[in-house]
């Protein structure tokens, strides 16, 4: 059996969003370097960037920002990021 490597896992994903909802940069850094993309979302659409500015966490948004994170992303309910630093 083959272990196909473009999709992450959902506990993999779901532990990068963890850290990011709990401000903890250096645990999220080290899933991105272990090949996580940046990009990945939850199961309702949310990248790392809306969670991080949901939770307040500005300094961890910038940091997601200058990795490359996509700052477009709309969500299941057609939110942006920009709408969730808003609210």
């Known amino acids: 059996t083959?272990?196909?490597t473009t999709e992450p896992s959902p506990v993999v994903?779901?532990?990068f969003h963890e850290a990011v909802r709990k401000n903890k940069i250096?645990?999220?850094q080290q899933l991105l370097e272990a090949g996580l993309p940046i990009d990945c979302v939850d199961q309702h659409s949310?990248?790392?960037l809306h969670i991080a500015l949901?939770?307040?966490h500005q300094e961890l948004a910038l940091w997601l920002l200058k990795k490359g994170i996509y700052?477009?992303?709309r969500n299941?309910?057609?939110k942006t990021p920009?709408?969730?630093a808003l609210q």
């Open 26 to 28: 250096f645990l999220a």
């Open 54 to 56: 949901q939770a307040g």
């Open 2 to 4: 083959t272990t196909s």
């Open 76 to 78: 299941n309910q057609g």
């Open 46 to 48: 949310n990248n790392a």
């Open 13 to 15: 994903i779901a532990s």
């Open 82 to 84: 920009l709408y969730e």
């Open 71 to 73: 700052a477009y992303r």
